[in-house]
């Protein structure tokens, strides 16, 4: 997440030129502070899924991982490698889906993030962007979590990659 210093200027996108002078101060507040909480609850919902496919892709790939070692190790010959190329194939192009859907997410995070910000300034405090980065004493506690998100959908690649060259070269036909 940005800090202060990369914060998007999104008034020009955000606020409607007349949105003070339609309605009276109390109304304007109530409407934004209703807005702000429909956004917010939004964004945890968006936060929700990411995790959730995030769940769905790793308990899949523990489980390909954990068959094909069963396999393995009962295995003592294998017929054709040249058939195993396609479920790698397969793997791989499942790996590449779930990198891509880590980076649309981070994408659209960053979005809803910059959003929520813009509309704490007009709200008397800002306790989502700036209030709760200082309590996190400006290191975001976050990053080795998103270094892990995006590395994942690799390490698993390569993992299916060192297990064909195995089948390969470690197990005779």
């Known amino acids: 997440m940005p800090d202060n210093n990369d914060r ?9 030129l007349n949105d003070t002078e339609q ?8 409407m934004l502070i209703e807005q702000y909480k429909i956004y917010v609850e939004m964004a945890d919902r968006f936060s929700a899924r990411r995790s959730w ?14 068959i094909l070692g069963l396999t393995l190790n009962h295995q003592t010959r294998i017929e054709t490698t040249g058939m195993l190329l396609f479920p790698l194939l397969g793997l791989l192009v499942l790996c590449y889906a779930w990198w891509r859907l880590v980076q649309y997410f981070r994408r659209v995070a960053r979005a809803k993030q910059a959003v929520i910000a813009e509309m704490e300034t ?11 980065r200082k309590a996190m004493s400006r290191d975001n506690p976050y990053n080795p979590l998103k270094r892990t998100e995006v590395t994942m959908p690799i390490v698993f690649a390569l993992l299916y990659v060192f297990i064909y060259l195995y089948i390969i070269f470690f197990i005779p036909r």
């Open 53 to 66: 496919v995030h769940t769905f892709f790793l308990v899949f790939h523990a489980l390909v991982l954990g």
């Open 8 to 16: 998007i200027d999104l008034s020009k996108e955000l606020w409607n």
């Open 23 to 30: 309605f009276d101060n109390e109304t304007y507040n109530k």
């Open 122 to 132: 007009r709200l008397p405090s800002s306790s989502f962007w700036n209030a709760e």
